[in-house]
């Protein structure tokens, strides 16, 4: 393995760790905020265990976010110290702003897990809220960050030189709001229908059925209300990447040949060689209108752009097309659900809409991670768009495989660590959280 490839590989996989866990961590606290309020509200005892079992899920994938992100950090230095010589004056603001964040967030969270009889209870309640806004700020603090490698801006690059340097504008990126909507709905998609599916399985299994019935609700409505605006968010996206990134777009869709009333790809399998999608289905004129609102407009293919400029097509094609297909897959669940609670009322305790939410369990997150590839990979081989290769970015210190190595077991050492603890915290619900008898069943 040679080093360039190893520092992608270890950047890739850290990353692809890590997303996981600041998802969890933007949207967690606001489901444990909205058990803790019917609490407060309703004052039935379910809602108070819902709300202790997750406030501790919570602490243990904030402890763990924070271990992987500071290895993230430490990894930027390390891998990429060009990129970080002349990126880090102008995109440092977000990172500094998501170090404040992250720090209220800890702040509110000790305030949260002690303060339970110690606050007044609404003022309690109001610190658990504080933790997810802070979350969700953090995370969209990150995707600033990120955007602006995707639309470079707040500086003038004269003669390989930064000069003229405006925090301000490259925070605010002509990318960082398609990117942050994006995303933040992602988050909640992944992370509710996760959640939802795990307590739908333990319905399932008949287990503390009161207990897990309360806690899928309030998952199920999240992830369904998410997954119905995700199309929409994609939406804004696509144009923006029309706009601003028009190779990734055409490795996206495999789109090889300039033209109008360019046709929508689905599926397919894309022979660079041939420059044709083999086995797809086309829809006419779709591309054109998604990227453009206009059915006839001209949609650049990757002909316009140099080969040494390409995106890897394959990886690009494939991802984009896994995530569209499992978003559709929950937006198809979604109106079966929203059908469910409005019109068919005997579906909603019903085992085949459990068992489909229990088969969606996984999905949310297999699609978050699709999307990462298809934003990170989809601008190679840029790690600063147009201005920057990612090969000149490289560390030149040798032996980055062996770091590539050791990150690797750091991180599959915390993810069996913490799929232990899950594990505990899902199967003894009945002996550490749910405080009401007549919903306990062996």
Known sequence: MDDFFAARLQMAFSLGFH???????????????????????????????????????????????????????????????????????????????????FFIEAIALGFYLYGWNRFHPWFHWFTGVVVGIT????????????????????????????LNID??????????????????????????FAVAGVHALMILKGKNVAFHNKAFRIAAIFATIAACLQPLSGDVSAKDVARRQPAKLAAMESHFHTEKGASLIIGGIPDTATQKVDYALKIPKLLSFMATNDF????????????????PVMVTHFAFQIMVGLGMAMLALSVIYFI????????????WLLKLFVIATPLGYLALEAGWTVTEVGRQPWIIYGVMRTADAVTPM??????????????????????????RQITMVGKLYDSSTDHKTQ
């Not at 969700?136 to 390989?160: K, Q």
């Not at 469910?340 to 085992?351: F, N, T, V």
């Not at 190595?405 to 050492?413: C, D, M, P, R």
């Open 296 to 311: 006839n407009a001209e949609v650049k293919g990757l002909d316009q752009f140099p080969k040494k400029d390409h995106p």
């Open 167 to 192: 925090p301000m504008k490259a925070m605010f990126n002509a990318a960082w709001f398609s990117q942050a909507l994006h995303m933040c709905v992602a988050a909640f998609v992944s992370t509710g």
């Open 19 to 101: 997303i996981v866990f600041s998802c969890i961590g933007m949207v967690m606290p606001f489901f444990m905020s909205t058990a803790h309020y019917y609490w407060l509200k309703k004052k039935e005892t379910v809602y108070l265990d819902v709300t202790k079992a997750w406030s501790k899920g919570v602490a243990i994938f904030f402890a763990t976010g924070a271990v992987s992100g500071t290895v993230l950090s430490f990894e930027l230095g390390l891998l990429w110290p060009r990129f970080m010589e002349h990126a880090g004056p102008i995109f440092g603001m977000p990172f500094s702003l998501e170090g404040t964040a």
């Open 398 to 423: 040798p032996g980055i495989a062996y770091s590539f190595y050791l990150f690797t077991a750091v991180y599959i050492s915390l993810a069996v660590i913490v799929s232990f603890l899950l594990f």
């Open 340 to 351: 469910a609670l409005l019109k068919k009322k005997s579906w909603s305790d019903s085992k």
């Open 135 to 162: 979350g969700l700020l953090s995370g969209i603090l990150v995707v600033a960050a990120n955007s602006w490698m995707n639309s470079p801006s707040g500086f003038d690059f004269v003669n390989g030189q930064y």
